[in-house]
């Protein structure tokens, strides 16, 4: 009897003690934290792209890291007080997208962060330079906002006819407002004009296509940036109410039905934003890792707006897109 005992009272402790020694396993493991400007579900395939990233080096949510994340929603003024709130949590890193970087480099110089930035982290005060970035921030470079002549030029040549360009801008990105005063400095030289709105919601993205039913202008080059791309499908659908056709970013609009993208893979990005994340878990210092820059580049048309439109797709295009979605 007194062995019996013995063994209830020696199982029972062990029972006790396994949730502390599961809760202090969880505990032991590094934390990153994951702040981005855009909405959790329109930028799902960015966060699994920067899970698999991490997978690449040895990282598995769940099995030895944790990822905090932190969504603000296409709301900018929300970002200091998610970053403050990561910092305060004391994780072991911090990923951040190019808008918020801002919000989280000023509340820490200890805490690792790793950037995607769509314009040059040299000129934002990211880092001190591409190659040695100093400090406790590195990161991935797309140039988002360096595009904007290559794509004013090949949605000119899908709507031939064009003679006056819509752009819309987000005038909380950075790479936006570039974007913008490129494509202006640019529709000269291909006898084009321009006319220029801005929309940091989704509520002024609704608002801007009012305004373009009324100017009815030959075409619209979308901006960079969060936004417009976690917002892909509403700007697709208020695109396609008033038959404009539509120059993008990312593959992801042109999957959703906007006429073209050129432009970055951002998923990538995320993906190689992900691999630097988990090369600084294993240690290394985000001051010896150069400034990733973003090589894969790639041109989506998708032949059935196209169609729907009642443009045709000149066979040099076709030959030279990277995608062509039927």
């Known amino acids: 009897m007194s062995s019996r005992r013995e063994f209830i009272t020696l199982l029972s402790g062990a029972a006790a ?26 930028y799902a395939p960015m966060a699994s792209a920067f899970r698999q990233g991490l997978k690449e080096i040895g990282y598995v949510e769940g099995s030895n890291v944790v990822i905090e994340y932190r969504w603000a929603e296409n709301q900018y003024d929300r970002l200091p007080a998610l970053a403050a709130d990561l910092v305060s949590r004391r994780v072991t890193a911090i990923f951040a997208n190019s808008p918020s970087v801002a919000a989280v480099k000023g509340l820490t110089n200890t805490i690792p962060i790793v950037f995607l930035s769509g314009d040059d982290p040299v000129r934002l005060g990211f880092v001190a330079s591409l190659n040695r ?7 991935v470079n797309i140039f988002s906002g360096e595009t904007a002549t290559k794509r004013l030029n090949l949605l000119r040549e899908l709507v031939p006819h064009a003679s006056k360009i819509a752009i819309l801008i987000n005038t909380d990105f950075t790479a936006s407002l570039r974007f913008g005063d490129d494509v202006e400095a640019a529709a000269p030289t291909f006898g084009l004009t321009t006319e220029r709105l801005s929309a940091n919601d989704d509520r002024e993205i609704e608002h801007a296509f009012n305004k373009f039913a009324s100017a009815r202008p030959d075409a619209l080059l979308v901006g960079p940036g969060p936004l417009f791309d976690s917002q892909r499908n509403l ?4 695109a396609a109410k008033i038959a404009i056709p539509t120059g993008h970013e990312t593959r992801a609009t042109a999957l959703a039905g906007g006429l073209m993208s050129y432009g970055a893979n951002v998923g990538d990005g995320y993906r190689q934003a992900g691999i630097y994340t988990g090369r ?12 990733l820059q973003s ?3 790639e041109f989506i048309i998708n032949l059935k707006t196209a169609k729907a439109l009642g443009l045709t797709v000149p066979d040099k295009l076709l030959a030279l897109a990277d995608e062509v979605i039927e």
Request: proline share 12%; aromatic share 6%.
């Open 17 to 42: 003690a396994w949730p502390l020694s599961a809760h202090a396993q969880q505990a032991a493991m590094p934390v990153v934290g994951f702040l981005n400007s855009a909405s959790p579900d329109g």
């Open 295 to 297: 090589t894969k580049f």
């Open 235 to 238: 700007v697709v659908a208020l």
């Open 133 to 139: 970035p100093g400090g406790n921030i590195t990161g």
């Open 280 to 291: 600084v878990l294993n240690g290394e210092k985000p001051a010896n890792l150069p400034v």
